[in-house]
């Protein structure tokens, strides 16, 4: 059982700059200069910041249907929320992050239990936490900077996998950001693009050395972004693959055809499994229903799922997927294809070496970027770019935004990409900060499917599903049964709320609504 670091915040934290709705007033006064350039220097001073204590609570979840996604399918999982105390010029705030626990993603191992993989996420969160608590810094970047380090240097020396290792430290960051935010009153958009967050490009990427994401990133944030649509493994295509027993009665729709309909989706994001002919008979499904129900704006990415062994074994399983005559007018809707390679080859030069094959399709590496260091390797060996997802790092996924946008400038003829993934992202805290990050990097099209597999907020307490309305209600809408549910219209989800908040959550959730992790068990 992992055990709280300090004892502190088991309690509700006291009533403080960071225990209340967000002072919307602070938002006004900085909106009113028209560009960060322009802000007082007051707004843009240093400050000293310590992690002074921090706790992990959690809450089981089940899903609605079952997501089954490369070699596991999820039913149920644990859901983990970190609270930091962060002392900012001798005052302290509170901030919270929160994500699901979903096994077989960060390591994708087979053989091992899939409880035990549960307990290992968790015992990576405490380990970021015990390392952060005592660091000090003049900015949130400074701090997780010394934390990353000394994350990393655990899990080499533990043989920890570092896409584990890092979604400890991301659990961290987050909940040190959303303390920040809170205690300086602002955005986190405004605070980044106004230097606030202290980012330092070149100590991540050498190539931006001089350059701050101000002089990379839209200057504003997408108001809006689209729903990029999973169609599982095993997720039904049209209503009548829904078994009369399988049937829900929660409102939600259930097959790709219910869900195209309900949301009005657009952007599809297409599982493969790795065998040539099931995965033919399936797309040519697929494609077919796709091109008939969304007749404009249709456009797909493909997840490979990690079911290639090295890039001959891929190239050949194309070569021949796109010469199947029925998916001729289906291929130029793809946006790209998504990790091919096992995360075990994806980045070595001997296996994964795509430069010497002129007309791939465009590839990105996602569950193989497990450090500071992926996405410039990937680069060298012919990837057209990452995913971004919170669980890998906030502070990278800029610092690897940054650098796309920098080689985009640089090699105007080159396609370098950065998407929005995740794997089963859910409210009422990880989604909005995960969507927070993507608008202010551009992502436009996001992977979203945790209202799909997960009927809304309805297993969270009555007070927190109301605090989500009241505050996020352009996110959010009652269902039928008048729980929360994300609110997707014509295939898009609206940002305004989250824009507006300190980092992507307007209000700060209580933690001890749930278990402490001493006193959790799984399953």
């Known amino acids: ?34 560009s960060v350039k322009e802000m007082p220097a007051r707004l843009k001073s240093a400050m ?40 900012i010029d001798g005052k302290t ?57 000394a994350q990393d240097i655990w899990s080499e020396t533990e043989d920890v996998p570092g896409l584990l290792a890092h979604f400890g430290t991301s659990m961290i960051e987050r909940a040190i950001l959303d303390a920040f935010c809170r205690g300086v009153g602002d955005s986190f958009h405004r605070l980044l693009l106004s230097d606030r967050l202290g980012v330092q490009l070149g100590s991540i990427h050498p190539a931006l050395q001089g350059q701050s994401p101000a002089d990379l990133l839209p200057q504003s944030p997408s108001r809006s972004v689209i729903a990029r649509h999973t169609v599982g493994l095993a997720d039904p295509i049209v209503s009548d693959d ?38 033919r008979r399936r797309l040519i499904e697929i494609a077919n229903l796709l091109q008939s129900a ?10 490979g799922n990690e079911q290639f062994p090295d890039a001959a074994a891929f190239r050949a399983y194309w070569t021949e997927l796109n010469a199947t005559p029925e998916l001729t007018g289906f291929w130029h809707a793809m946006i790209f294809v998504e990790q091919p390679i096992h995360r075990s080859n994806a980045l070595d030069a001997d296996t994964a070496d795509f430069t010497n094959w002129g007309d791939r399709p465009p590839i990105i590496i996602d569950e193989s970027d497990s450090s500071v260091r992926s996405l410039p390797t990937a680069l060298k060996l012919g990837y ?24 985009r400038r640089k090699n105007p003829g080159n396609s370098y990409l950065m998407s929005g ?74 940002l305004a709320s989250i824009n507006e908040s300190p980092f992507g959550v307007r209000f700060l959730i209580d933690p001890s609504n749930f278990t402490p992790a001493e006193d959790w068990q799984w399953p």
């Not at 969304?294 to 997840?303: H, N, Q, R, S, Y």
């Open 1 to 34: 059982m992992v055990k709280r670091q300090s004892q502190g915040c088991a309690q509700k934290p006291p009533a403080g700059p960071g225990n209340h709705d967000f002072p919307y007033d602070y938002v006004v006064l900085v909106g009113e200069f028209a």
């Open 48 to 87: 000293h910041l310590r992690v002074q204590e921090g706790d992990i609570h959690l809450t089981n979840l089940k899903t609605r249907m079952p997501f089954k996604y490369g070699i596991a399918t999820m039913t149920r999982m644990p859901m983990a929320f970190v609270r930091i105390a962060l002392e």
């Open 93 to 149: 705030v509170f901030g919270v992050s929160a994500d699901l626990l979903p096994p077989k993603w960060f390591t994708k191992d087979p053989g091992s239990d899939v409880d035990n993989e549960v307990h290992e996420m968790l015992a990576v969160i405490a380990r970021g936490l015990e390392i952060a608590i005592g660091i000090e810094g003049d900015s949130p970047f400074e701090i997780w900077q010394e934390l990353y380090e």
């Open 242 to 279: 829904v078994g009369a027993n399988d049937r829900l009665d929660d409102g939600l729709p259930q097959s790709l055809g219910e869900c195209i309909s309900r949301y009005g989706l657009k952007h599809f994001k297409i599982k493969i499994g790795g065998n040539l002919e099931v995965d």
């Open 294 to 303: 969304v007749p404009e704006g249709m456009a797909f990415t493909l997840d």
């Open 384 to 407: 057209a770019g990452t995913s971004h997802k919170n669980c890998k790092g906030v502070f990278k996924g800029v610092a690897n935004a940054c650098l796309l946008e920098h080689l």
């Open 421 to 494: 993934e995740d794997l089963c992202n859910l409210g009422p805290v990880s989604l909005l900060q995960d969507l927070a990050v993507c608008a202010v990097l551009g992502v436009e099209s996001v992977e979203r499917n945790g209202h799909h597999y997960n009927a809304g907020l309805s297993q969270f307490p009555m007070q927190i599903q109301e605090q989500i309305i009241k505050s996020h209600g352009d996110l959010y809408q009652r269902s039928a049964h008048k729980w929360p549910t994300l609110h997707i219209q014509d295939g898009q989800i609206k």
